[in-house]
């Protein structure tokens, strides 16, 4: 199976997660994952979802289906037509072996993926905080999601980060080539619309498939350039 680390921080965005995380699982990947405190702020004001750091538990950030009559957080994802959105939902439309998710908490310095020695096939900082881009354009490594980046660019691995910011400034712009410079892969969450999108989950997909391009995982979340609309 493939390995990928997965890291979430205190960037806008959360939505984008949730749905990268489901989509790598039912892909069969096996996600590890690791989250920062600021993170867990924005899934509660963005999504209503409570994450706890020291007791984590996969429900937490991928609860099976959200009732949109009775969340008002997550109303805005609501379809045209649908009454419920399940944040899981690529699972319950058929038989899937997931991958398996293995979660580290953001100051274990101990665990695998903080060494050049646990192999991975890439990692994704999604979405990514100004922060954590400035600590990794300099080199800082003051938590295991800095380090675990740092990991995969000095072993020259797939590292793909998903900054959400607007306006950008001269300084975060410079941090953005340093480490593109590095050979990170630059993927700002910047939805395109040429798919037609009908609902902010038409967005979110675009994002999660073109990271999902960069990987290699095969997906049909998008209609691509030169084809029709997915039915």
């Given at each position: ?11 806008s965005g959360s939505i984008y997660a ?41 429900s937490q950030i991928m609860p099976p ?167």
């Open positions: 199976m493939t390995d990928l680390v997965v890291a979430i921080t205190g960037a949730v749905r990268l995380m489901e989509v790598l699982l039912a892909s069969g990947c096996n996600v590890h994952l690791t989250i920062s405190p600021a993170a867990v702020q924005v899934f509660e004001h963005e999504l209503g979802l409570s994450i706890d750091l020291n007791n984590f538990d996969p289906s959200i009732d949109m009559k009775h969340d008002s957080k997550l109303a805005s994802l609501r379809g045209p037509s649908d009454e419920h959105y399940a944040l899981s939902s690529v699972f319950s439309d058929s038989e899937i072996t997931r991958g398996q998710l293995s979660y580290y908490h953001h100051v274990d310095f101990s665990a695998g993926i903080a060494s050049g020695s646990f192999l991975t096939q890439g990692m994704v900082i999604c979405p990514c905080s100004m922060g954590t881009l400035g600590n990794l354009a300099n080199g800082i490594s003051s938590n295991l999601i800095h380090r675990a980046a740092d990991v995969h660019l000095k072993e020259r691995r797939k590292l793909i980060i998903v900054p959400r910011e607007t306006p950008l400034s001269s300084v975060q712009l410079t941090n953005m080539k340093t480490l593109v410079d590095a050979g990170a892969v630059m993927l700002p969450a910047m939805p395109g619309f040429y798919h037609n999108p009908l609902s902010i989950p038409d967005l979110v997909d675009f994002i999660v498939g073109r990271i999902c391009d960069q990987l290699g995982i095969e997906h049909r979340l998008i209609q691509r350039w030169g084809q029709g609309r997915k039915s």
